[in-house]
């Protein structure tokens, strides 16, 4: 089945960039996401990629995914303290909006 | 933006209860749910699909007996954790999806069952 990890834990600095990666094995992705999960709090979508792109930029936030290592990155610029969380990256197949498949998350703290 | 509530947000139950969890999407209509659980410290595992009016369908491993769901109208879906025992404890997650668009499953803040 499909397979989706990511590192457990992240320190960084505030002000500083922050980058979570994430691998997966299934080739028949068809989008990749990444989600923040705020403590006690459900998961928010931060951004998502086709995979027939390399890169998608939004705000502080910069994707980048390398198909044929089946590789995901997520960079925070300018990280801030707001930006602790934990963050998923998930995967579907097929249409969009299929059921997700969710790394096991990676815990960001950020330190003033 | 797309809301989805989640009732109780906490509960705790003695073993052997039975306990239920909604799931509403409060501003759309949603064509499919679906039940998350997410163990601490660890990912969340999809439980099941479900689709207004049709039996749910669930992942491999998940028993159906076990875990009712119920998806009673395009706003409403229920989780009913039967037989509760410990083992059960955990944070129960609903999302709703509007349609087939990468952007479109919105998660609800989710359940922290504990069973006694």
């Known amino acids: 089945g499909e397979d989706v990890e990511q590192s457990l834990f992240l320190s960084v600095r505030e002000g500083d960039s922050s980058v979570i990666n994430c691998t997966y094995t299934d080739s028949s992705s068809t989008y990749l996401y990444w989600y923040k999960q705020e403590p006690g709090a459900g998961l928010q979508l931060l951004t998502y990629i086709f995979s027939n792109m390399d890169m998608k930029q939004d705000q502080r936030l910069t994707v980048l995914l390398n198909k044929k290592d089946k590789h995901l990155s997520l960079r925070i610029a300018d990280t801030q303290t707001g930006d602790s969380a934990i963050y998923f990256c998930a995967e579907s197949e097929g249409n969009a909006g299929n059921m997700l498949t969710f790394g096991g998350g990676t815990r960001l703290m950020v330190k003033p | 933006g797309a809301v989805v509530s989640q009732h109780p947000s906490r509960v705790i139950c003695k073993s052997g209860t039975s306990v239920k969890i909604e799931c509403r999407s409060l501003?759309?209509?949603?064509?499919?749910m679906f039940w998350y659980r997410q163990f601490p410290k660890k990912s969340l595992m999809l439980m099941a699909t479900s689709n207004e009016g049709s039996k749910a369908t669930y992942e491999q491993g998940v028993e159906k007996d076990k875990f009712l769901i119920n998806h009673a109208s395009l706003t409403l879906s229920t989780l009913t954790v039967t037989s509760a025992h410990p083992e059960d404890s955990s944070f129960y997650i609903c999302?709703?999806?509007?349609?087939?668009?990468?952007?479109?499953?919105?998660f609800g803040p989710g359940t922290r069952l504990t069973v006694l």
């Open positions: 999302s709703a999806e509007i349609g087939h668009r990468p952007d479109t499953q919105y």
């Open positions: 501003d759309f209509q949603a064509t499919t």
